[in-house]
Nanobody, 127 residues
């Protein structure tokens, strides 16, 4: 069982930056694939980024095309925390952002690949 709590959302002007954090409680944080999703009003929950579980020299990360080059996902297993650094924000990035943990491989970008979810944090980008 993993409990996830997001923080760091807020209101920012277009072109600005925010860093989201997701603190996890429970055991074996390093064994989970961690992901970020977002959901705008009236829309489906969309994949944003994911980072592989502990193992090897480096972590593997991938991103939705819409955020590549602007967002960076990272994790600190010692702190049981995953981050999403968001730069060059655009009004279309406005959404509730959710942190998620997957016990399985999470090879799909579908939310169904993830087992645990946080409550979400609102990000609003003004033009």
């Amino acid at each position: 069982q993993v409990q996830l709590v997001e923080s760091g959302g807020g209101l920012v002007q277009a072109g600005g930056s925010l860093r989201l954090s997701c603190a996890a409680s429970g055991r074996s944080f390093g064994s989970y694939v961690m992901g970020w999703f977002r959901q705008a009003p009236g829309k489906e929950r969309d994949f944003v980024a994911r980072i592989s579980r502990r193992g090897g020299i480096a972590y593997y990360a991938d991103y939705a095309d819409s955020v590549k080059g602007r967002f960076t996902i990272s994790r600190d297993n010692a702190k049981n925390t995953v981050y999403l650094q968001m730069n060059s924000l655009k009004p279309e990035d406005t959404a509730v952002y959710y942190c998620a943990a997957a016990a399985g491989p999470a090879l799909s970008e579908s939310p169904g690949s993830y087992d645990y979810w946080g409550q979400g944090t609102q990000v609003t980008v003004s033009s």
